[in-house]
């Protein structure tokens, strides 16, 4: 017999702005804590450096968590051209130091431009992709390096918003990407290009899928929500479980084509798409979960919300 999770069954997702100098399964506890989850998962890490939005799924919305780990991201980030270190960000240690006085800001717009499109990136040693079971950062600080793949990501929009020059000189930029894009290996890349090296000293992600930074919340507001205003009002903060899939074909089904697609059963639905995965839901627009289209018209369930009762 399956033990019972301890916790509040509590579904939904929340848009968190991740704090600087916290690991996303470290926030990620915080808040399964202080709703009182019985279950809770993030939609993909952000480095303890990066901050801003890290969605986080409860409940039954961990089911389509895979949905927002797929999703474009976009990044606000600053570059410290002049110095190479061995984690492609300010917190590691610095490998070289080189002349990036004469940088010009033609220079910088100049270079940015090859990155845009589809590139190849070999990830960092310090990136949480897995190599024989042990993610890359703790095999670096192990003082081990694997060789990696290169794999390749889509930039699809790269602005230069500022360069501040002198003899470090530090540019801020706007990336708009695919996912499994490395904010560290673009700026080694460039740094690269400009033959100066270059590091990122601060990062924000500012979109993640359909979520911008503008609708998180941080955890202070969240501890502030509830110690003034209780579970209630911390509840109302959570968006549906099937926020994260607006960009899919939705199919509305009866009462009674509910009923045999919770039972497992696949339902014709006339006027459906003709392939491919759709939102499942209700003629009332209760949510039930995601389907795939059969070629003979009907959805079958794939991922499906589980209701008390």
Known sequence: ??????????????????????????????????????????????????????????????????????ADKAYESTFVLGS??????????????????????????????????????????????????????????????????????????????????????????YVACSKGTYIRSLAEDLGQVLGCGAFVSALRRTKAGPFTIENSVTVAALEALKLNAGLPAIDELLLPADAALGELPLVSLSESGGFYIRQGQPVMVPNAPRDGIVRVALHSGEFLGVGEMLDDGRVAPRRLIVTEG
């Open 1 to 70: 017999m399956a033990r019972r999770r301890k916790g509040r069954a509590i579904d939904g997702i929340l848009l968190l702005d991740k704090p600087m100098g916290v690991s996303s399964n470290r926030a990620l506890q915080t808040v399964k804590h202080l709703y009182g989850a019985a279950k809770a998962g993030h939609t993909g890490s952000l480095d303890p450096l990066a901050t801003g939005v890290l969605p986080l799924c409860l409940g039954e919305a961990t089911k389509f968590s895979q949905y927002l780990l797929d």
């Open 84 to 173: 190479i270190t061995d984690t492609g960000d300010a917190e590691g240690k610095v490998l070289e130091v080189r002349d990036a006085g004469g940088i010009t800001e033609q220079a910088v717009r100049s270079a940015l431009q090859q990155f845009e499109g589809e590139i190849e990136q070999v990830p960092s040693m310090f990136s949480a992709i897995k190599q024989g079971g042990q993610p890359l950062y703790k095999l670096a600080r192990q003082g081990l390096e694997v060789e990696r793949k290169s794999r390749q990501v889509v930039i699809k929009e790269l602005q230069l918003r500022a360069f501040r020059g002198g003899d470090k000189p530090e540019i801020d930029v």
